[in-house]
């Protein structure tokens, strides 16, 4: 007969898919025992008494009645007695959020003991000393957790040492048990109640309260997780790996949860209970080596079933009594994100589990970690021990570099460009130093914060970076890089943590980057496939084509500034657009032949896939010197709208053409303007396309919510649009796009929660909108390639919403074409 029940329900019959009012610890456990395997048995007390409780500070009514009513029901069915012989029925009272929290509140283990139990437990057993190591363990446990002692009050080993297993099982209770009682009285005045009922209320009220731990409250804010859900609690009867030398516990996962390796990993220790383990007491063995051949075949069997049937690799804890097999847990595995990509990549290829199911665990921040070559973890470990740290600043851009120092931008490009490692430290950087920062491994800045300007570019660019090392100083005239009492002389080696902001003295050696790993790129490239789309990907060098293409990329984009500015042409170009007096009634020849120059082995580079080239634009340049644009600006003012100066444009067309001949290219090349917003610019655009070759066309930025507002006029004239989202954003929060970027007040506000987003790294609901219109007019006009421009970090949910409304193409920094493959992959798979 089953008790009536509000608050309790039995792992048999419980729903497991219900993980809200059981938590997870119980919805495995239910899970486990519904699907046959050998769980002890036990009830679980819903999370929505544990809220009464916590609203209100009582247990809700008739919680008691039931606690015991099911508890009947187990002794009943074991045919074991709750506070009695001649078989005692032992406890563990388990905590299990809904949401993983692991180690963050409490569980007692081995409550029920009182003297009848204790002694026919040591008659059942026949060993007294293994009654008396769990009637000071269950002292400890409920001293520590319910009664709130300090944690090593009671000398374990010394209450332990004077029982033997053969002694008068009634004195030896008494003994131990007087020495707890003393102890914990002596701490705080209080004693485990000699009442096995008593002593379950009590720890199932001290279950919920440590719902409420600081710890479990620290964790919850560092994780977002709500402080309203409360926990479940489980009641389970107790198996015992401490009972003989053929018991032991131990943790298994289904995979190796640092590397991905398949097969069972994991360890046990013999004579033990599961919190041995875990405490670190013991150091436990692996368990290939530890556990009988009969058990371990049981528990890889157990573990493969489970892993299918959940889809995802877990963490099960175990315990073996007497040669038989427990299963006491099972959850979702915390993994490295080299092993969460691993992981991933075997699943799709094993096709057990479901793509989408697959790709979830991995997150687009763990392929990001995954791609970056990292120092020797060992030798980083010495390195810190040793001293080599020379200053901490704020960590701008992760990433681990070793390279020489250097102090200015055209040393960094010229000793970068010779093939040496360079790191680039300056007082400050500025748009000047952009050639140095594409030269250097690394950037170190004195002043600045996680948004100035050298963080930004290096993100852009995906350098390692740690800004606002406030110690150092840049001294340029001595030609050194001080650092409190040390001086570096330019030429050091030096070396950055540009997540954790450490700077040290010599170099390191690297671990391989894990991108060449075959797993990352397996799960990308199925990812990729799965979601049908384009991805370009951000370069500005030729050696830079190469390994965007092996990282995927289907195609490229990139601008004829950043180009001209990395070979050094731009301000000759800029002085020679400024001394000429006749711009506009002349052919800018000098403008076709530096674009020819450069793009020449860029796009043999390239070879046959697209190139999208932004065209120089004046106007509102975020990554150009201000000074630049306000003299060119102020003396050919028709610079200040994308089609002023059409002479410049078809100076680009020309070079453009003049490069693909000369390349030898194959692949599709487009010249793109900026702030395009009227159908009739961009059929003037169109209009000065002469007659290169075929490969070669014109296209266009939208950047306002004007060219989104005439997007169907300007599609149908287009062959090749980008949206630039960041622009747009700018726009409608009324930014400029390089305060984007940049603007420090957004801190505050974002603190003080007065802006639902922040327009630095998120996509606001308001461009919902404005995102649907451009993708249903891209979808009515197919002649015209439309494409989202995303700056920066890529955001899992701004790739599923332009998934969502059929956004195709994708152009990325590079560091973000894995990432955005991923997110991409993952949206794929949801529909
Ligand atoms: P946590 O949530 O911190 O993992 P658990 O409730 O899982 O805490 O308990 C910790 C350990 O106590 C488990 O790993 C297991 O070894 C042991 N344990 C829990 N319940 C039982 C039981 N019924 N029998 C034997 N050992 C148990
Ligand atoms: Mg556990």
């Known amino acids: 007969m089953k008790p009536h029940t509000r608050f309790t329900v039995t792992f048999e019959d419980a729903d497991p898919g219900d993980v809200g009012l059981l938590g997870g610890k119980g919805a495995g456990l239910a899970r486990m025992s519904q699907r046959g395997l050998r769980v002890p048995a036990g009830y679980v007390i819903s999370t929505e008494a544990c809220r009464h409780y916590l609203r209100t500070g009582a247990m809700p009514d008739g919680l008691a009645d039931e606690v015991f009513a099911q508890l009947d029901v187990m002794a009943k069915r074991s045919g074991k007695t709750f506070g009695g012989g001649p078989v005692p029925l032992l406890l563990s009272v388990r905590s299990g959020a809904p949401v993983s929290m692991p180690g963050m509140m409490d569980t007692i283990l081995n409550l029920g003991l009182d003297r009848d139990s204790a002694v026919a437990l040591a008659e059942a057993t026949g060993d007294t000393r293994f009654m008396a190591d769990l009637v000071v363990r269950f002292h400890a446990m409920y001293g520590e957790i319910v009664l709130g002692a300090f944690a090593d009050v009671l000398d374990t080993e010394d209450l332990l040492a004077t029982v033997s297993p053969s002694d008068d099982p009634g004195a030896a209770y008494d003994r131990v048990w007087t020495a707890c009682a003393r102890a914990l009285e002596e701490d705080g005045d209080q004693s485990v109640p000699q009442d096995p009922r008593e002593q379950l209320l009590g720890a199932v009220e001290a279950v919920f309260r440590s719902w409420n731990t600081r710890r479990a409250r620290t964790y919850r804010e560092f994780h977002g997780i709500p402080h309203d859900m409360g926990t479940a609690v489980v009641v389970q009867a107790m198996v015992f790996g401490n009972l003989s030398d053929d018991s032991g516990s131990g943790v298994v996962f289904t995979r190796d949860p640092a590397t991905g390796e398949p097969g069972i990993f994991g360890e046990y220790l013999a004579r033990s209970q599961g919190e041995d383990v875990v405490a670190g007491i013991r150091t436990p063995h692996p368990v290939r080596k530890a556990l009988p051949p ?34 006491l847990q099972v959850r979702s ?178 671990t391989a980057p894990a991108a060449a790993s075959g797993a990352l790129s397996s799960l990308l490239s199925a990812a990729r496939r799965a979601a049908g789309c384009a991805v370009f990907s951000r370069v500005t060098l030729p050696g830079d084509v190469e390994p965007a293409l092996a990282a995927g990329a289907g195609g490229l984009v990139t601008a004829v500034d950043d180009v001209l500015a990395t070979s050094g042409h731009l301000d000759a170009l800029v002085r020679e657009l400024l001394e000429r007096r006749d711009v506009g009634s002349v052919r800018l020849d000098f403008v076709a032949d530096a674009v020819a120059r450069e793009f020449t082995p860029l796009l043999a580079a390239a070879g ?51 490069a693909i001949r000369d390349s030898g290219s194959r692949g599709r090349v487009h010249l793109a303007l900026r702030h395009v917003s009227d159908p009739a610019e961009a059929a003037a655009l169109r209009a000065l396309r002469p007659d290169g070759p075929a490969t070669l066309s014109v296209g266009a930025y939208l950047t306002s919510p004007r060219a989104v507002y005439n997007c169907a006029g300007i599609a149908a004239e287009s062959d090749v649009l980008w949206l630039e989202v960041r622009f747009l954003q700018a726009a409608m929060f009324g930014i400029a796009p390089r305060e984007l970027l940049t603007a420090q007040p957004l801190d505050g506000y974002m603190r003080r929660g007065m802006l639902g987003t922040d327009p630095r790294t998120g996509v606001d609901p308001s461009l919902d909108p404005l995102l649907a219109q451009v993708a249903a007019q891209a979808a009515d006009h197919p002649a015209c390639r439309l494409g989202m421009r995303l700056s920066g970090a890529v955001s899992e949910q701004v790739v599923a919403r332009l998934y969502e409304l059929g956004v195709r193409r994708f152009a990325v920094d590079a560091d973000e074409v894995g990432p955005l493959s991923l997110a991409l992959g993952k949206a794929a798979a949801k529909t």
């Open 333 to 510: 595995a915390k993994r490295t994100p080299e092993a969460a990509v691993r992981i991933a990549a075997d699943f799709l290829a094993e096709g057990t589990v479901a793509p989408a199911k697959a790709l979830a665990p991995v997150g687009l921040d763990q392929v990001r970690q995954v791609q970056r070559p990292g120092f020797d973890a060992a030798e980083l470990e010495r390195a810190r021990a040793e001293g080599r740290v020379l200053t901490t600043g704020i960590g701008a851009c992760p990433g681990q570099v070793s390279g020489v120092v250097v102090l200015d931008a055209d040393r960094a490009k010229e000793r970068g460009d010779a093939g040496e490692p360079v790191i680039l430290a300056r007082q400050v950087t500025s748009p000047a130093d952009l050639h140095g920062m594409i030269a250097a491994r690394g950037v170190l800045t004195a002043t600045g914060g996680s948004t100035s300007h050298a963080a930004v570019v290096a993100r852009a660019l995906g350098k390692a970076c740690v800004v606002g090392a406030a110690d150092i100083r840049v001294d340029t005239g001595s030609r050194t890089l001080v650092i409190g009492e040390r001086v570096l002389a330019e030429g050091e080696e030096i070396s950055l943590d540009g997540g954790s902001g450490e700077v040290f003295t010599g170099g390191f050696a690297t």
């Open 608 to 658: 046959d896939v697209e190139v999208g080239v932004r065209a120089i634009d004046f106007v509102a340049d975020d990554s150009r010197e201000h000074l630049q644009q306000t003299a060119l600006t102020t003396q050919y003012p028709q610079l200040a709208v994308p089609l002023g100066l059409p002479e410049l444009v078809e100076a680009q067309i020309e070079g453009l053409g003049r």
């Open 294 to 327: 009969a058990v371990l075949a049981e528990l890889e069997r157990a573990c493969a079933e489970l892993e299918r049937e959940h889809g995802d690799v877990l963490d099960i804890e175990y315990t073996v009594e007497r040669s038989t097999l427990y299963f």
